[in-house]
DNA sequence: CAAAACTGTAACAATAATTATTACAATAAA
DNA sequence: TTTATTGTAATAATTATTGTTACAGTTTTG
């Protein structure tokens, strides 16, 4: 699959979420998670264009959240941050002089579309708030 | 999440199942799949380990299902073949003087479970018989 | 019994993916 | 005009994955 980016995304847009009354910086948000806030940048970059986050530039400037955090799914995060098949891909190109080899992809596919869907109907059940409610 | 282990090991099950009347060697297995031979003996030694093949040392040796493909489903392969969170980990600590920093983790864990189960039931609803079927 | 064809596994090399860092331009507030 | 901040490119460091070589151990077969 993919890597710690959905634990991250979540993270700051939980943040943001909590602390909805200010604009919070990369360097505060990075200290809560402890990465680099140059990652942090990045990632909203990423939440920025699907839509989930905001940023005002310059000084005094920060990050907030783009809507109510109740009209975030986690599966809108899921898929802002989604890159590669859930179940991994494996980068070898089957046989396809072989039965199996042929079409074998193709079925692989289909089974992780499959797969994929019920973990997005899954994360489309809670939503930030319900998340970030979580946290007394 | 994890790399490219699920689909190589499927399409070992997928070989197995299809050619059961015979053994199966690593060299032909990794033809169909296009990788090495080292590798497949590999990813079958995890399989072994958890009951799906069993193997045949020496010359004429090689591999074989260890029980009907309907008693394997596809959720058992995906366990054997798991390491890492479907939702991917990430490897920062986070800061745990902070409300979110402190907590994110058990929560992220409760919903990476909840995830990762309703992937398991669905995955057990196919055997490797139904899946092999689809191979005319 | 000796050769051949395998599996099993360790050690290591190569490659790819991820994460971190540095640097600096652009913007906005004070 | 200084200061704080985002935005982003370039690059380095680290970690994970995949591939390779080598060889000991096992079993069949001539």
């Given at each position: 699959m993919n890597n710690g980016r959905f634990s991250i995304s979540l993270h700051i847009l939980t943040?943001?979420?909590?602390?909805?009354?200010?604009?919070?910086?990369?360097?505060y948000i990075a200290g809560s998670i402890n990465i680099n806030p140059v990652l942090v940048r990045k990632e909203i970059s990423n939440l920025k264009k699907h839509g989930l986050v905001e940023s005002k530039e310059g000084k005094a400037g920060g990050y907030a959240l783009a809507k109510p955090a109740r009209q975030i799914r986690l599966s809108d995060v899921y898929q802002a941050v989604r890159q590669t098949p859930l179940l991994g891909t494996a980068k070898n190109s089957p046989n396809p002089s072989c039965v199996v080899g042929k079409q074998i992809n193709k079925h692989l596919?289909?089974?992780?579309?499959?797969?994929?869907?019920v973990?997005?109907?899954?994360?489309?059940k809670t939503t930030l708030a319900d998340f970030a409610k979580k946290f007394a």
């Open positions: 943040l943001l979420e909590m602390l909805s009354n200010e604009l919070l910086t990369s360097d596919d289909a089974l992780y579309a499959d797969a994929e869907d973990v997005v109907k899954k994360l489309g």
